[in-house]
Nanobody
Framework: QQQLVESGGGLVQPGGSLKLSCAASGFTLDYYRITWFRQAPGKEREGVSCINHRGSNTQYVDSVKGRFTVSRDNDKNEAYLEMNNLQPEDTAIYYC???????????????????WGQGTQVNVSS
């Protein structure tokens, strides 16, 4: 069974850091781009960051540029989202999504997703 499992969420104070992981099982991530999404209470889900299948193209929503870093390790069949200088407005459930694609294309809006993770909660509060 193909699935993605996120981990690494938690409670952190403003200015703190977390590193989320997205582990794939039942399929290999080699030809999948990974998009990280988040959904805060009462808000629509938004694409936060994307990394293409080779890791050669990364994209970030403006609100996280300079603070978040997306990466992947295809040998481990995992992707990551390192989040620094977290702020209360970053509080949300974070999801990873995988899309079969061997191109450089890495959209944050309107992204088609083949597999979704179950989400991991990130709370930023003092």
């Amino acid at each position: 069974q193909q699935q993605l499992v996120e981990s690494g969420g938690g409670l952190v104070q403003p200015g703190g850091s977390l590193k989320l992981s997205c582990a794939a099982s039942g399929f290999t991530l080699d030809y999948y781009r990974i998009t990280w999404f988040r959904q805060a209470p009462g808000k629509e889900r938004e694409g936060v960051s994307c990394i293409n299948h080779r890791g050669s193209n990364t994209q970030y929503v403006d609100s996280v540029k300079g603070r978040f870093t997306v990466s992947r390790d295809n040998d481990k069949n995992e992707a990551y989202l390192e989040m620094n200088n977290l702020q209360p407005e970053d509080t949300a459930i974070y999801y990873c999504g995988a899309r079969f694609s061997g191109s450089e294309y890495c959209p944050l809006r309107g992204a088609t997703i083949d597999y979704w993770g179950q989400g991991t909660q990130v709370n930023v509060s003092s």
